[in-house]
Structures are given as structure tokens and as C-alpha cells.
């Protein structure tokens, strides 16, 4: 599981705020078949939430996707520079 913290710089625009809202902090199955999941921390203004993402985007809701698709492109570009 990879694990970030306020690694969009400016001032988390895209992070979906919509899931502040859910009662759940676990969507789809993260890592439960070896494709791995993210572990995302929200710390703005007192508030705190820690969420578990599955890889599968068929497995999150879809307001979620294109977060994970820039998540990925933070990921590449970590691994790119440690190449």
C-alpha cells in the first residue's frame, strides 16, 4: 500500500471533498488480491479522515477515479525519479 499526505501542492485541488462525507473510510477491496490500495490522510482545519482505496476503479464510486488517476501520476513520476 503506498501512502501519501498532502502531496498535491496547491492546497489539495483535487482532492474529492465529496468523500469527507461517506460514512465509510474503505472503498472496494483494497489489496485483497494482490493489485495493492492507497492509504489517503485528510488533515485541513481540525479535520481528520484516513480512507483505504482500491486500485480497481470498477470497485470505487466513480467520483473517485479521477483522483486515483492523478494519485498514479504522482506515483509514476516517484518512480521515474527513483529509476
Known sequence: MY????FFSKKNQYFPEKILSESD?????PDCADQGGL????????????F???RDQNK????LHDFLNR??????IINDITK
Open 3 to 6: 501512502f501519501f499526505s498532502r
Open 25 to 29: 473510510s474503505v472503498f472496494g477491496c
Open 39 to 50: 492509504y489517503i490522510e485528510y488533515n485541513i482545519n481540525k479535520i481528520s479522515r484516513n
Open 52 to 54: 483505504k482505496l482500491d
Open 60 to 63: 470505487i464510486p466513480s467520483y
Open 71 to 76: 494519485i498514479d501520476e504522482k506515483i509514476k
